[in-house]
């Protein structure tokens, strides 16, 4: 989405939006900031492999684990619309006093880059471990999603993206001796797992690019007991 400060020169384009009152109608001179979405399509392609078994067939106490794996590779695309301006340094000669003068010209370019589609990592893995014994289950969750772009920068080098996000969840549920009647312990970021943010800079010095982290955020551990009922 890109926002543009535009005039409307013409209140006719007013009465085609319905105001029909002249008091709403601004002048020639107003700025008015409005947005277009980028009108090319986004393309995301993939493929997800699941593995989900019951390790019956083992010794005790192994038979009770169960074991679910979810992997997605994912490959998108998208063309961003972008804006790009750029000045240039020319030298003339100044037509009164005949001395060599520089000035400066500024261009402005509608251009497209592809990148990566915004948000979408292009691994994701969920892997679940637990045990599912007479009345009791229990699971270890493990997700991680790599790295994404979260802004797309005017240059390839000033996109925002974040690292791996990694996260731990449990769940463990006991059925009581009443029909019906079970406790729950729900742990999600059981170890607290940040988020980083990076950007990458030209070197001051030339030559590399640096990469900076300019963002942590840290998401809280959430607990959750609970008693329910169901009949």
């Given at each position: 989405?890109?926002?543009?400060?535009?005039?409307?020169?013409?209140?006719?384009?007013?009465?085609?939006?319905?105001?029909?009152?002249?008091?709403?109608?601004?002048?020639?001179?107003?700025?008015?900031?409005?947005?277009?979405?980028?009108?090319?399509?986004?393309?995301?392609?993939?493929i997800e492999i699941e593995w989900q078994t019951h390790f019956w067939y083992l010794p005790r106490p192994f038979n009770a684990l169960v074991l679910n794996v979810n992997y997605a590779r994912v490959w998108s695309e998208m063309d961003y619309q972008q804006i790009e301006n750029w000045q240039e340094t020319y030298t003339y000669?100044?037509?009164?006093?005949?001395?060599?003068?520089?000035?400066?010209?500024?261009?402005?370019?509608?251009?497209?880059?592809?990148?990566?589609?915004?948000?979408?990592?292009?691994?994701?893995?969920?892997?679940?471990?637990?045990?599912?014994?007479?009345?009791?289950?229990?699971?270890?969750?493990?997700?991680?999603?790599?790295?994404?772009?979260?802004?797309?920068?005017?240059?390839?080098?000033?996109?925002?993206?974040?690292?791996?996000?990694?996260?731990?969840?449990?769940?463990?549920?006991?059925?009581?001796?009443?029909?019906?009647?079970?406790?729950?312990?729900?742990?999600?970021?059981?170890?607290?797992?940040?988020?980083?943010?990076?950007?990458?800079?030209?070197?001051?010095?030339?030559?590399?690019?640096?990469?900076?982290?300019?963002?942590?955020?840290?998401?809280?551990?959430?607990?959750?007991?609970?008693?329910?009922?169901?009949?």
């Amino acid at each position: 989405m890109h926002l543009y400060n535009v005039s409307f020169p013409d209140s006719n384009a007013w009465q085609a939006l319905g105001f029909d009152d002249r008091d709403q109608w601004p002048s020639k001179a107003d700025v008015i900031t409005t947005f277009l979405n980028n009108p090319d399509p986004a393309y995301v392609k993939g493929i997800e492999i699941e593995w989900q078994t019951h390790f019956w067939y083992l010794p005790r106490p192994f038979n009770a684990l169960v074991l679910n794996v979810n992997y997605a590779r994912v490959w998108s695309e998208m063309d961003y619309q972008q804006i790009e301006n750029w000045q240039e340094t020319y030298t003339y000669i100044d037509p009164v006093t005949g001395r060599l003068r520089t000035g400066t010209l500024f261009h402005t370019t509608d251009t497209v880059r592809t990148a990566r589609l915004l948000n979408q990592g292009d691994h994701i893995l969920n892997v679940a471990l637990g045990i599912d014994y007479k009345d009791f289950s229990g699971r270890l969750s493990f997700n991680l999603q790599s790295d994404v772009i979260s802004y797309i920068g005017e240059r390839p080098e000033a996109d925002q993206y974040t690292g791996n996000v990694y996260k731990w969840d449990i769940t463990l549920r006991q059925k009581l001796p009443i029909p019906g009647l079970s406790i729950a312990f729900n742990g999600v970021n059981i170890f607290h797992n940040v988020k980083k943010e990076y950007q990458k800079f030209p070197n001051s010095e030339g030559g590399s690019i640096k990469e900076n982290l300019y963002r942590t955020t840290y998401s809280p551990r959430k607990f959750e007991f609970n008693l329910r009922y169901s009949y």
